[in-house]
């Protein structure tokens, strides 16, 4: 006997990633089964030196590799509840009611608001976020997200696996230029995952303003940049469960978003900062005693005094004074603002 219940939630549970515009287009190479956190370790180079062809170390000093060091915790774990009645439907259309509610709890809103929270972390971590003053046109539209290519070319990421992710009245003006390949090309099972052409030979994904970060116009990410794990999503649908004569409708999704240090580079962001728009904050001033400040008001000053990313360092402090003023302490430093149309700002350096 099959448990009709059962079935159904299982078809919907994929839902989560499949149906998301974005989740699938990460990286998936880091498990959190069994783990709420996970450190990611990457591995630094050494520079090239001249090879000697005298004395004892003729391929340069050896020094011991190093490594840097990511902590991810997972923090998004959202739930939905419903009941249904059964003295609100018929009897045949009871369990039929149910089982849409279902999915339409899960499209409509688990969904969309998974991808809310991963375009915002993607945009927030961006490597290069670029406030454009001017107002985009179809005619510096394509420039625009040229420049943005070239920015990921030049920093050698790689070619494939890229995504354009672009607002409906970026795309307005996107498709009417005569760089862009329109949707005829590309598979038509893609249009479930919102594709609707290529540039550049990136996927360009359309996405719901709702659904993006206050301001943004476009954003190119690939896919190894970032990684946006779904450690649980079930979907639970409960026939006469004590209490309730109807149906008990349930819902948990455990996941988070989260962009590698290492390969920052890999996210481009273009933002609207004509009158009215988004803010990308002002970059810290770094004094010669260790002093930060920003002209960006209120904004929060994040700091490191061993030369790693204030961005993404596990070592990283807040303040407006450097704990560390000796000679030769490297500071780097950024400002944010965690509102809405605020964007961080570049990363400031300065050896004291």
């Not at 006997?1 to 990286?27: C, D, G, H, W």
């Not at 190894?224 to 149906?247: F, M, R, W, Y």
């Not at 004509?274 to 400040?293: D, M, N, Q, Y």
């Amino acid at each position: 006997m099959i448990n009709f219940n059962e079935v159904i939630a299982k078809q919907i549970e994929p839902y989560f990633t499949s149906e998301s515009v974005v989740a699938s287009r990460l990286s998936n190479n880091y498990d959190f089964s069994g783990a709420k956190t996970v450190k990611i370790l990457t591995p630094i180079t050494v520079p090239m030196t001249d090879y000697q062809r005298e004395g004892a170390n003729r391929y340069g000093t050896p020094s011991e590799m190093q490594d840097i060091i990511q902590e991810l915790t997972l923090t998004q774990d959202k739930a939905f509840a419903m009941t249904i009645d059964k003295g609100n439907y018929d009897d045949q259309g009871f369990q039929k009611n149910a089982v849409r509610m279902l999915s339409l709890q899960v499209t409509e809103r688990a969904i969309p608001m998974m991808d809310t929270y991963i375009l915002n972390k993607l945009a927030q971590g961006a490597g290069k976020i670029v406030a454009n003053t001017q107002e985009l046109t179809k005619s510096t539209v394509c420039g625009l997200i040229s420049e943005g290519t070239e920015y990921l070319d030049d920093a050698e990421v790689p070619q494939n696996d890229r995504t354009l992710f672009v607002s409906a009245s970026v795309y307005r003006l996107l498709k009417h230029s005569d760089e862009f390949q329109a949707v005829e090309s590309v598979a038509r099972d893609a249009l479930r995952k919102g594709i609707v052409g290529m540039y550049d030979n990136m996927e360009v994904v359309k996405v719901p303003r709702k659904r993006l970060p206050a301001n943004l116009n476009f954003m190119i990410v690939h896919k190894s940049a970032a990684a946006a794990p779904v450690k649980l999503s079930e979907t639970n649908l409960h026939t006469d469960p004590p209490g309730i004569s109807g149906s008990l409708l349930e819902g948990r999704q455990y996941y988070d978003c989260f962009v590698f240090g290492v390969k920052c580079d890999g996210i481009y962001v273009n933002v609207d900062a004509t009158e009215g728009g988004a803010t990308v904050c002002a970059a810290p001033e770094i004094g010669e005693a260790g002093a930060l400040t920003c002209e960006t008001a209120q904004a929060v000053i994040k700091y490191t005094t061993d030369g790693s990313d204030p961005r993404y360092s596990p070592t990283v402090k807040t303040g407006s004074q450097s704990d560390l003023t000796e000679e030769g302490t490297v500071i780097r430093a950024f400002a944010y603002k965690d509102e809405p149309g605020f964007y961080p700002s570049p990363v400031s350096e300065k050896t004291l």
